[in-house]
């Protein structure tokens, strides 16, 4: 990916486009003008932000006009969407530690003015919510206007619910902000954050907002906009200390919780679709290049009955476990606890000793070691199950598989245990299996015929390649029940005709036919590293940042594949910051 691509998907011009014009719309455009038309379009677009335009002017004679603002020790000049922004530099940075942090200066600033306030549950995991009495109004918003104006924070006003749910903030040295400020519901703050690299850019969407509550004689504090719990409080209760982790739900529930915070006592209870369960995170991860597991591979030569299933870039790593890894940490500090599933392979870069993280070996979950070793991956997967430790609730990765953007445990499992799973638009090939289905298509075809034996129902859709949320318990059950076809998968050494694909596809439906299981929704991007656009979706997924999880993959069909060079380029520019499991 040439940097010329990351301008042309990012640039100013390309966003305003994208935001003027509806997905559909877009869509039409893109059916009558040619791809290569497109994109050099685009590419002209991207020199915007190398060639000055009247946007960087404007900020240049801005940033020279309040040098103070934007300039100084640990501020930096960071691009977010169409705009330059001034922003802090962080060397540890993610969504839950912006949130945090911009709560934790607007605590600090009321604390320091003695102005009374309390921590609400807001209707957004992202947001920090902080309650004000009315006649204390003016004080803050004065407070607030010199808080943004001394340390680079952005202000925007919020009038009521029905306003749009982002709301642009302005520079805290522009005092037109504190004017205005007392018509306002709610006044949000914002501290623009940049990791050490530049590159990523965290704002206005872990803003902290500061609302006035209504002072009635009553005895009550009225809200002025929708909260996730209560209309209003008693007046009459003192402030109470509870962890903040009660206030987002991409804080751990039962692990480090976040310190606490003054709020009232009806925000402490939790609420009925809480998570309150641990959610452990397996990866499966091989090393293709290693020289011993080369050896037992050639030793014992698995029979393969398709050539993708024997094809070399199905154990290449280009240390993509290295980035999900990265992934995780940023985008779901929740996750309790992390399974490395290997064949006695270690990688190089990665620190065994930090809690939260345990390597697994074949021989400690195969119920039967005699068919090891073992080179299918549904075979290994028949066995995840049996991890030592591993909790009721968890999620099944490929070491392709990344979070592109926050996520909370809501997004895979319900509060009640019911997992959720995400169907692709695509079907799957009717049929009895035929000499041409490649490997995954014949396991497809062996979970319909079994689940149409048991439920009467046939399988027609394929699921996206996104993490998979299991439970245990109802693995342990597919395992009792359907025993033959698991034994005879784990004894597989290829991917063979009469494998199934449990954790990709016939738990997802087994589940669902027995009410243990449900569609959900997740934003998701397909990154097919030899397809001939593989590099413009990399520039698209840095432009936009906007894809809850997103994989790299390599089919065994295509164009020039992505070189491991320009797809750890990639992987560094979306995860700059190391993982506390790299030495």
Known sequence: MTKTDAYAESSGLVRIYRSLLSANTRARIDRRVPLRLRFAVKR??????????????????????????YRGEGRALALDG?????????????PLESRRKNLLTVLGALEAAGIDHFCVRGLKDTTSTVAVASDDWAAVTSLLSQLASDTTGYLALVYGDAEPVEVRGRPGYRRLIARRAHA????RVAWFRTDSTGRAVYGERYSCEIQRWERSDGGRLTAPLRN??????????????????LFTRLAPADRNPLPDVRTRIEFTDGRPDDVLFPIDVVFTWVDGADAEWQRKRAEHSPDSYHEESANET????????????????MNAPWVRNIYVVTDDQRPSWLDESVPGLTLVDHRDIFSDTSVL??????????????IEGLSEHFIYFNDDMMLGAEVIPQHFFHANGITKFFLSPVNEPQGDPTADDVPVTIAAKNNRRLLKQHFGTSLT??????????????????????????????????????????????YQHYAFSTGRAVPGRIRYSYLDLRKGDARRTMGLLLAMRDQQAFCANATSVGEQEVTAEELREFLESYFPV????ER
Not at 184 to 187: F, L
């Open 44 to 69: 002209i677009a991207g020199l915007g932000r190398v060639v000055p335009t009247p946007a960087r002017v404007a900020f240049a004679v801005a940033s020279r006009a309040h040098r103070s603002f």
């Open 82 to 94: 169409v705009r330059h922004v001034a922003a802090l530099a962080d060397t540890a940075q993610s």
């Open 184 to 187: 306002a519901a709610a006044v």
């Open 228 to 245: 996730a719990v209560a209309p209003f409080v008693s007046d009459q209760h003192e402030a109470v200390l509870a962890s903040d982790s």
């Open 314 to 329: 199905r154990y290449r790593s280009r240390d993509e476990l290295k980035y999900a890894l990265r992934s995780i940490e």
């Open 373 to 386: 070793p073992t080179f299918n991956s549904h075979a290994i997967e028949t066995q995840l199950h049996h």
């Open 461 to 506: 859709q394929k699921m996206k390649h996104v993490p998979y949320a299991l439970r245990k318990s109802v693995l342990e059950e597919i395992e009792a029940k359907f025993s033959d076809e698991i034994r005879v998968t784990m004894g597989n050494k290829a991917r063979s005709r009469d494998d199934i694909s449990l954790l990709s596809s016939f």
């Open 578 to 581: 190391p993982s506390r499991f």
